[in-house]
Antibody, heavy 118, light 108 residues
Framework: QVQLVQSGAEVKRPGASVKVSCKVS????????MHWVRQAPGEGLEWMGG????????IYAQNLQGRITMTDDTSTDTAYMELSSLRSDDTAVYYC???????????WGQGTLVTVSS | DIQMTQSPSSLSASVGDRVTITCRAS??????LNWYQQKPGKAPTLLIY???TLHSGVPSRFSGSGSGTDFTLTISGLQPEDFATYYC??????????FGPGTTVDIK
């Protein structure tokens, strides 16, 4: 049984950074492609970044380039997404999701609400 | 970047209705198209991948079709639990898997 468990809700000031974790169980982190998706209140799903399945490199959405970093700790099968220089429009639920090889997200984390407010 | 559009943005339907949602890609994506369902406060769930392959456990009233740039999600016989928002997603250019804007299906 594959499960993705994310870290808890965060409240941040504008200009700060946030780091959200996603612990994978039931699968080995090295054997999957981890992605991050966010959803602002009342809005649709926005793809943020993912791991290229062939070369393992992180690819980020153009509008987040320079502010987003995806990392992982294979010893604990935990993935991380860090977003810096936070703005109010970064307020959203952040999801991790995994592609097991067929180009779709079979499994999702439960979501982490990040609120950016002064 | 590949852009995705969906129509309609919302629709009202009754239990038992046949519902069709359309998704269009800005360039050909072959059959690299997925559909997700999302209910309020929950993470999305995968319905269909590869344009027409039903994900395990998804009821057969859901079906997908299309290739190239134009795709369709059909719900044959809408059930109360199907009132939700539906998103298409292209997976043609991994790992950049962009989503459509969503279609909300609500009760007439």
């Amino acid at each position: 049984q594959v499960q993705l468990v994310q870290s808890g809700a965060e409240v941040k000031r504008p200009g700060a950074s946030v780091k959200v974790s996603c612990k994978v169980s039931g699968y080995i982190l090295n054997e999957l492609s981890m992605h991050w998706v966010r959803q602002a209140p009342g809005e649709g799903l926005e793809w943020m970044g993912g791991i290229h399945p062939q070369n393992g490199k992180s690819i980020y959405a153009q509008n987040l380039q320079g502010r987003i970093t995806m990392t992982d700790d294979t010893s604990t099968d935990t993935a991380y997404m860090e977003l810096s220089s936070l703005r109010s429009d970064d307020t959203a639920v952040y999801y991790c999701a995994i592609d097991l090889g067929n180009g779709s997200y079979e499994y999702w984390g439960q979501g982490t609400l990040v609120t950016v407010s002064s | 970047d590949i852009q995705m559009t969906q129509s309609p943005s919302s629709l009202s339907a009754s239990v038992g209705d046949r519902v069709t949602i359309t998704c269009r890609a800005s360039q050909s994506i072959s059959s690299y198209l997925n559909w997700y369902q999302q209910k309020p406060g929950k993470a999305p769930t995968l319905l269909i991948y590869g344009a027409s392959t039903l994900h395990s456990g998804v009821p057969s009233r859901f079906s997908g079709s299309g290739s190239g740039t134009d795709f369709t999600l059909t719900i044959s016989g809408l059930q109360p639990e199907d009132f939700a928002t539906y998103y298409c997603q292209q997976s043609y250019s991994p790992p950049s898997f962009t989503f459509g804007p969503g279609t909300t299906v609500d009760i007439k």
